[in-house]
């Protein structure tokens, strides 16, 4: 396929964190000119096939996907699994076991939360997840805007849930070969998602992109709703080095919390090599 379809491989559905049901995200992705999307919400395959089935009726090329939570150097990282099989046994119960995980934290959230006098916010939260296996900060986030407590999600995550604030719980997600190798042996690519987003040095993020190659990695974001301008042509250059696939995605969660909506990217740039080069 070449540049004149729209990829956007990245974004997310009420199936975890993402408010619009998988039929609107569909409907919404065909609308705004996107041809290939893939669904990837985290830690959970549950949307994929109402997704997949409206893509179909839509004329949008549909691409199972995943985002997995992992843990590497004390951080949390974001694998996408893109074409991964949606049936595939050992990918769906590894996940279970993330999802386990989270619920947990949840607990952990809302007991911390009610250290600070903020009740109810366990019930709150999951008030806010439409799918009751897969619980997420974004889900306390709305409850805490609902309660007055921040103007919007994005500032919940300035002062609340985030390292060095209340509400913050620290996790254990996934270990990388792990994510790898449940994505790979389900058929799928991994690719490192936002790999400007997190909290890493030069060296730091250049040694974590040779273990994810070393591990079966095959790609990073270059082009996505959570990079700037700045930081495609920054992660171009290291998909170039490293021999990474390229990939797109908005990473779109709701019309009121994206800045980018579906299928409003610019493309890659010309000479990467793009994840859907052999589609
Ligand atoms: P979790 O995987 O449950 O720890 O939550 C991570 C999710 O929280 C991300 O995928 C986003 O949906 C949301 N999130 C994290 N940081 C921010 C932020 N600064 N602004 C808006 N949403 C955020
Ligand atoms: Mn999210
Ligand atoms: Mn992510
Ligand atoms: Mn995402």
Redesign the pocket.
Known sequence: MDAAFNFDLHCHSTAS?GVLAPDELVRRAAANGVSVLALTD?DELAGLTAAAAVAGACGVRFVAGVEI?ITWGGI?IHIVGLGVDPENAALASSLEQVRAS?SRRAEKIAAELDTLGIEGSLEGAYAFAENPHLI???HF?RFLVARGMAAD??SV?RHYLVRGKPGYVPQQWAELGDAVAWIRASGGRPIVAHPGRYKLSRAELRRFLAEFKTAGGEGIEVVTGSHSPEQYVEYARLAREFEFLASRGSDF?GPD?SLVDLGRLPSLPSDLKPVWHDW
């Open positions: 964190d985290h939570s949390t989270r997420g900060r974004a986030a999600v994005a995550f969660h919390e």
